[in-house]
């Protein structure tokens, strides 16, 4: 394990739900990310958190919304989501946001969009 | 526009052989580049990283290669083992703007007994 979790899992919603991921690490990490991992796609980079602030919003669509409300914990509210944001969701932490801290990776959430 | 590109899609090598994975990268101030292993129902695990200021890295059976004049890096397996099986991603990023990893699009290795 990396010290990282992540519920839930596996997720099915449908476009009109609203539902939220949640990620927690136990590594004493300051930073966190969330990211996109679709088929056929490179993994995509969506928010980073570093230290409870969000520093980096790489210019996601509204209906993802993240929240940390401390350094060990993020979520990432979702709403209106359509069929294309089917994907795995991995959340990291590092412990500084230096680019050359190692980030560590959560097993992700699978979400389906119906 | 930053990009990585990774190849080749997939990747089929015996058991011994050498599995060599190549990244070429577009933006000259990366100054970071690791590689990611990544197992079926597990997030992506560091292996191995290397900074432009030398030209190989070596930690077991992993090696990097970089060229920094053609924007160039590579994995090399060396002795692939079927639990080298798996998903392996390049990266990059500016190591002081952010930790924020560029991700190549990934190849997944098959190691034949």
Known sequence: ?114 | QQQVKQSPQSLIVQKGGISIINCAYENTAFDYFPWYQQFPGKGPALLIAIRPDVSEKKEGRFTISFNKSAKQFSLHIMDSQPGDSATYFCAASLGNAGNMLTFGGGTRLMVKP
């Open chain 1, 1 to 114: 394990e990396t010290g990282v979790t992540q519920t839930p899992r596996h997720l099915v919603m449908g476009m009109t739900n609203k539902k939220s991921l949640k990620c927690e690490q136990h590594l004493g990490h300051n930073a966190m990310y969330w990211y996109k991992q679709s088929a056929k796609k490179p993994l995509e980079l969506m928010f980073v958190y570093n230290f409870k602030e969000q520093t980096e919003n790489n210019s996601v669509p509204s209906r993802f919304s993240p929240e940390c409300p401390n350094s060990s914990h993020l979520f990432l509210h979702l709403h209106t989501l359509q069929p294309e944001d089917s994907a795995l969701y991995l959340c990291a932490s590092s412990r500084t946001n230096s680019g050359f801290d190692t980030q560590y990776f959560g097993p992700g959430t699978r979400l389906t969009v119906l």
